[in-house]
């Protein structure tokens, strides 16, 4: 019998706790580690509908990027979605797990899987926080070469990869050689990916200035959007979850989109 504690242990050998962040908020969220598990849902977010999806699955797990439990709740009640969501996975007794910056700086996690989308060759961490025991470095952000190519034809081949429905972008004047990723709200990064010799950074969640100070700085700075480039982390997941335990159903939900539309 496969349990919740089994899934959770297998996922900490992919995400080590030690690698989050400190502030974040990882592991198990909600339901029980001795909760025998026979399918799993897996997702980026784990929104209401996610929630509801693997109730009408008869999932007794969902496994996301994200927390279900970010900041501390003041109440858990149905006027909010966070609370129906929550209380959809008590009904039914499925239990929560996540792996947010841990899955994000740890080797073949959400910027590696990033990088090898985008299709970059010689990939490497940028300033790495450590190493593993097998003496390979992890960390925030990645690096790699591409062939060169200008900018425009570089922001379709992100667009076209990412299955993004629009781009936000400042060019730095430069071609396209050296591109660095940092899945989700990473543009804080830029210093580091110019100090390694990048000319173009691909991330999310840029604010207004940051697309300034790239310019300023001659880095072209494209946003594909937060889910858009954490997601192709998810079918990842899904696999090396059912190659671990193939006795367990594994599903990638699919109803979970980004709502972020462009008009």
Not at 60 to 85: A, M, Y
Not at 203 to 224: E, H, R, S
């Amino acid at each position: 019998m496969t349990t919740v504690a089994d899934i959770l242990k297998f996922l900490e050998t992919l995400a080590p706790r030690d690698m989050k962040m400190s502030w974040d908020n990882v592991g198990l969220l909600c339901g029980s580690r001795t909760a025998a598990v026979t399918k799993v849902l897996v997702a980026l977010d784990p929104f209401e509908h996610v929630c509801r999806e693997a109730a009408d699955w008869g999932a007794e797990l969902i496994v996301t990027h994200h927390p279900l439990i970010f900041k501390p709740l003041p109440n858990v009640t149905d006027e909010t979605s966070i609370g129906r969501g929550i209380m959809v996975l008590c009904r039914s007794g499925i239990s929560a797990v996540n792996a947010h910056t841990n899955l994000d700086q740890a080797p073949g996690g959400v910027n590696d899987v990033l990088a090898r989308t985008l299709g970059l060759r010689d990939i490497q961490v940028i300033a790495p926080c450590g190493t593993t025991e097998e003496g390979e470095p992890w960390g925030l952000l990645r690096m790699g070469d591409v062939k060169e190519q200008s900018l425009e034809d570089f922001l379709a081949a992100v667009k076209e990869k990412l299955g993004c429905e629009g781009l936000r972008y400042v060019s730095g004047g430069k071609m396209v050689r050296k591109v660095a990723v940092g899945g989700g709200s990473c543009a804080d990064g830029m210093l580091d990916a110019l100090a390694a010799g990048c000319d173009t950074f691909v991330t999310a969640d840029v604010k207004y200035n940051q697309f300034w100070d790239a310019y300023d700085l001659g880095l072209n700075l494209i946003d594909a959007g937060h889910f858009h480039t954490e997601n192709p982390v998810v079918a990842v997941l899904a696999e090396k979850i059912a190659a671990a335990f193939p006795n367990v159903e594994v599903k990638i939900s699919q109803k979970h989109r980004d709502h972020m539309k462009f008009y």
